[in-house]
């Protein structure tokens, strides 16, 4: 396994939904580089038994966890403790780029 990762040389877009590129997976956790153009959206849904952290790499993503939702910028993280309904939509006008990390990995 690589263990050093370029984070946003790893980033990319699809014209047709959100982009999903892997770094890391073990059998503890996952960490993952999402890409959305402007318009594009993680529809939200819900993980029973694992926490999730976005990390805005790049950008300006509309995210809701639970019954909050704020736009939230470059450098910040937002936490979707487990069970708590959660998703992100790129406003646009630029790219959003998104390191996101899942632990415990979901089974």
């Known amino acids: 396994m690589d263990l050093f990762k370029n984070a946003l040389a790893a980033a990319a877009f699809s014209p047709e939904k959100m982009k999903k590129v892997n770094l890391f997976d073990t059998a503890r956790m996952f960490c993952?580089?999402?890409?959305?153009?402007?318009?594009?959206?993680?529809?939200a849904h819900a993980h029973a038994g694992s926490d999730?952290?976005?990390?805005?790499?790049?950008?300006?993503?509309?995210?809701?966890?639970?019954?909050?939702?704020?736009?939230?910028?470059?450098?910040?993280?937002?936490?979707?403790?487990?069970?708590?309904?959660?998703?992100?939509?790129?406003?646009?006008?630029a790219r959003l780029t998104l390191l996101v990390f899942m632990a415990p990995k979901p089974a």
């Open 32 to 43: 993952d580089v999402y890409g959305l153009n402007p318009g594009q959206e993680q529809t």
């Open 52 to 93: 999730k952290v976005y990390f805005v790499l790049d950008g300006i993503g509309k995210f809701r966890v639970g019954k909050e939702a704020r736009e939230v910028g470059t450098g910040e993280a937002v936490l979707a403790p487990a069970g708590a309904s959660h998703g992100v939509r790129n406003p646009g006008p």
